[in-house]
C-alpha cells in the first residue's frame, strides 16, 4: 500500500523535494552542532533548554492528543469517525517521531540515550519518558496500519486490535503527565511547580492536537478530494472548544493563586512573562499574545457553528500558534527566568537551533504527507 505514496502530481513532488531539502539544511546544521557541541545555539548555563525542548513538549500533547478520536470511535461507537481515526493515529506517529527527534538533538551527543537502556533506573522521570514514547510510537504504528489494512481490504481489524486501542488511551494520557511531571518535579523552579502542570498540559493538548486536524483534514480535502463530513469536523471542534475553555480556566487559576499568594518566587517568573524588565522584555508580545489569542480562539469556536468553514480554520490556526507559544517557548524560557539570583539572562534561538528545528518539522512532514498519501490514495482508487 505504501508505494500508493511515491506516484502522484507535479506539485505533490514539489512539496516532497521542499520538505527533503529542509530536512537535509537541517540535519548538515546538526552536523555543525554534532561537531562544536550547543555552545552554538542560544543556551547557555542559565537557560540550558530552548527551543528544541519547547517543541518537544508541544508535540507530545499533539502526539497525545489522537485519544481525543479514538475515544468516541471505539468506545462510544461513534461511526462517523471512522476516516479520521486513521488520520489521527498518523498524525501520532509523525508527532512522536518528532518529539523524539527534538530529544535527540538536544542532548548534544546522541550516544547520551544509550545510558537510559544500559542503566536504568525506575526512580528516573527520564526513564519512564523513553518508556512511554517508545510504546505509544509502537502502538500507534500497529494500530494506525492494521485498521487501514482492515479498511482497504473491507473487513473487520483484527480481533487483537481492540485491547490494544482501550491500552492506548491512558497510554496517551500518560505521555503528556509524563512530560508534565519532569517539569513539576523541578522544586527549584516555581514556575513549573505546580500540581496544576499536568492538567494543563492536557486540557491545551486536547485543544492544539484536534486544532492540527481539522486544519489536516481541510488541507486534504481541498487539495486531494479526501472528503471528510462536516458533521466530523463540527464535533472536532466542539471538542476544541471545551478543551479551549477548560485550558483558559486552568491558565487564569495559576494566574490568580500566584498573584493573590504575592510569593516573590512565583510572581517573578509572571511579572517577567507579563511586564518584563528593563532591556529584557521580548517575551511580552509572545505571552499575551498567547493568552489574549486562546480566548479569541475560543470566542471564534463558539460562534463557528453557525458560520463558514473559513471562521473553523482561522480559529484552528490560533489555537494552535497560542498553545505552542504558552506551552512551548514562554514556559520555557520563563521557567529560567530570572535566575535563582534575580538574574534576567537573555536566550534567543540562533540560525542553527532555527534550521535544525524546521529540518526536524520537515522529517516529520515527510513522514505525515506519504502516511496521509497513502490513505487519500486508496479513498480515490475506490
Not at 30 to 54: F, K, N, P
Not at 237 to 246: D, F, K
Not at 277 to 290: A, E, K, Q
Not at 293 to 312: E, M, Q
Request: a positive charge.
Amino acid at each position: 500500500m505504501i508505494e500508493k505514496a511515491f506516484k502522484g502530481t507535479i506539485g505533490y513532488w514539489l512539496w516532497l523535494c521542499f520538505l527533503s531539502a529542509l530536512a537535509l539544511a537541517g540535519f548538515i546544521s546538526y552536523l555543525r552542532q554534532l561537531d562544536i557541541g550547543l555552545g552554538i545555539t542560544g543556551m547557555g548555563r542559565d537557560v540550558s533548554w530552548g527551543l528544541y525542548i519547547a517543541n518537544f513538549t508541544f508535540f507530545v500533547g499533539i502526539a497525545a492528543s489522537s485519544v481525543v478520536v479514538v475515544l468516541p470511535y471505539y468506545l462510544h461507537d461513534y461511526k462517523k469517525f471512522g476516516d479520521i481515526i486513521i488520520l489521527g493515529e498518523f498524525l501520532a506517529v509523525s508527532s512522536v517521531v518528532v518529539t523524539i527527534l527534538f530529544i535527540l538533538v538536544d542532548l548534544g551527543v546522541p550516544s547520551r540515550v544509550l545510558n537510559v537502556l544500559i542503566y536504568p533506573s525506575p526512580s528516573s522521570l527520564l526513564f519512564w519518558d523513553m518508556v512511554v514514547l517508545t510504546g505509544y510510537l509502537i502502538l500507534n504504528i500497529v494500530i494506525g496500519w492494521w485498521s487501514f489494512d482492515a479498511k482497504v481490504k473491507e473487513i473487520e481489524p483484527p480481533i487483537w486490535i481492540k485491547p490494544l486501542v482501550y491500552i492506548s488511551i491512558p497510554w496517551a494520557i500518560s505521555i503528556h503527565t509524563v512530560t508534565a511531571f519532569i517539569y513539576s518535579g523541578l522544586s527549584a523552579k516555581p514556575l513549573w511547580h505546580t500540581a496544576l502542570l499536568a492538567p494543563r498540559f492536557l486540557a491545551s493538548a486536547f485543544a492544539s492536537g484536534p486544532s492540527v486536524l481539522i486544519v489536516l483534514c481541510f488541507i486534504i480535502r481541498r487539495w486531494f478530494g479526501f472528503n471528510i463530513e462536516r458533521d466530523v469536523i463540527k464535533k472536532i471542534a466542539i471538542i476544541v472548544t471545551y478543551a479551549l475553555s477548560i485550558h483558559i480556566f486552568f491558565m487564569l487559576a495559576e494566574i490568580y493563586t500566584v498573584l493573590y499568594s504575592d510569593l516573590p518566587s512565583h510572581k517573578s517568573h509572571f511579572e517577567f512573562l507579563f511586564l518584563g524588565v528593563p532591556g529584557n522584555r521580548f517575551l511580552i508580545p509572545w505571552t499575551w499574545g498567547s493568552t489574549v489569542g486562546a480566548i479569541i480562539a475560543f470566542v471564534l469556536f463558539l460562534i463557528s457553528h453557525k458560520k463558514n468553514d473559513s471562521l473553523v480554520i482561522f480559529a484552528s490556526i490560533i489555537t494552535v500558534v497560542s498553545i505552542w507559544l504558552e506551552k512551548g517557548f514562554c514556559l520555557i524560557i520563563g521557567g529560567f527566568v530570572p535566575t535563582p539570583f534575580e538574574e534576567y539572562p537573555k536566550y534567543v534561538p540562533t540560525i542553527f537551533e532555527l534550521f535544525i528545528t524546521l529540518g526536524i518539522y520537515a522529517a516529520g512532514g515527510l513522514i505525515l504527507t506519504i502516511l496521509y498519501k497513502t490513505v487519500v490514495s486508496f479513498r480515490q482508487s475506490k
